[in-house]
């Protein structure tokens, strides 16, 4: 019953995310992504996948902060990405069980240097080439169904606003 509820919370996270990327604003994606991440947080937490878990509460602080970027000049630092992957990098190796524990904080990682460029276009290259695949891989490994079809329907969200917005349509300044 435990798993049945936690990919309902998956798929609440993946109607999110879907919502996401279909929007013109990178503020409104941060919100609406740190929204499906607690989502996404329970499910691991459901789930017992305290990696994924610590890496999700990781995204939410991230996302609220770089919705404060044009208006906190300090976030500007180009520096912040790399520190904000070390909390990631310390947890995965006091929690260390195997392998599997890299997959967040890659997923993690990859995301936070994409995100603090606020470029559309980085934010969907790194999510459909390595964020969304490491977190799908993470999923089917700890069983997180509902994680899988989330970053399935994120791939092809992303997919979707490529084609919608087009390419060169990203670089809008709408998208900040």
């Not at 798929?11 to 995310?17: A, E, G, M, Y």
């Not at 017992?48 to 902060?65: D, P, S, Y």
């Not at 500007?76 to 524990?101: E, H, Q, R, V």
């Not at 994680?147 to 329907?153: D, H, P, Q």
């Amino acid at each position: 019953m435990v798993k049945l509820i936690a990919n309902g919370f998956g798929v609440l996270s993946t109607i999110c995310f879907i919502l996401s990327f279909q929007i013109k604003s990178n503020k409104a994606l941060y919100i609406i992504q740190s929204i499906a991440n607690i989502f996404y947080g329970t499910q691991f937490y459901l789930l017992g996948a305290t990696g994924g878990l610590f890496n999700m509460g990781m995204q939410i602080v991230r996302n609220l902060l770089l919705l404060k970027i044009e208006s906190w000049t300090w976030l500007k630092w180009k520096g912040w990405p790399a520190l904000f992957c070390i909390p990631s990098l310390i947890y995965m190796f006091i929690t260390w069980t195997s392998w599997l524990d890299i997959l967040p904080f890659i997923a993690f990682s990859v995301g936070t240097f994409a995100f603090w460029t606020n470029s559309a276009k980085m934010l969907r290259l790194s999510e459909l080439v390595c964020v969304s695949p490491a977190w799908l891989l993470y999923d089917l490994i700890e069983g997180a169904y509902g994680g899988v079809l989330n970053e399935l329907v994120i791939l092809a969200s992303v997919v979707v606003s490529i084609v919608r917005f087009g390419w060169k349509g990203l670089d809008d300044p709408d998208f900040k």
